[in-house]
């Protein structure tokens, strides 16, 4: 499974790089659909392309995090957060993201697709929880006692 785990993390951070230095650079073809959402949301707070440069930014990090196994808590909570706001349209431009009931757009589609990462970095989260969750007193002491026997035979 961490071979899997490992396969997941740099696919994480390929998408989630390379979706946000698109942003950084201004050419994401997301980039109307964010305009829009930020029109309707956010407009007037700040100008756009600052928004937008800081949105690709943040992405660029979500997917660096993903590298280090150490911080993948972070890494979850920061996706998860992230992943809020990327099914908003779904709610709030549902003229981009919907043909009729039940029949998403191809941006529809793009957006759910998005299910698909959040189960990736759950079990990615999820495997390495296991890997780091310390022993209890009872199955370290038996650990230590079949140890202790073990040596005593081979001595």
Request: aromatic letters at 12%.
């Amino acid at each position: 499974m961490n071979h899997l785990a490992s396969l997941g993390r740099v696919s994480l951070f390929i998408i989630y790089f390379w979706f946000g230095i698109l942003k950084v650079i201004g050419i994401s073809p997301a980039e109307p659909l964010v305009e829009n959402l930020f029109n309707q949301l956010l407009g007037g707070i700040i100008p756009f392309e600052i928004f937008n440069q800081a949105f690709g930014l943040g992405e660029c990090l979500i997917g660096i995090c993903w590298l280090f196994p150490k911080i993948s808590k972070v890494a979850l909570l920061v996706l998860l957060g992230h992943m809020i706001s990327t099914f908003l349209p779904v709610i709030f431009l549902p003229n981009e993201t919907w043909q009729t009931w039940f029949t998403p757009t191809l941006v529809g589609q793009y957006i759910i697709k998005n299910l698909a990462l959040i189960s990736l970095a759950l079990m990615i989260n999820q495997e390495q929880t296991r890997r780091l969750i310390i022993k209890g007193p009872k199955e370290l002491g038996e650990n230590y006692i079949a140890e202790r026997v073990k040596n005593k035979y081979v001595a």
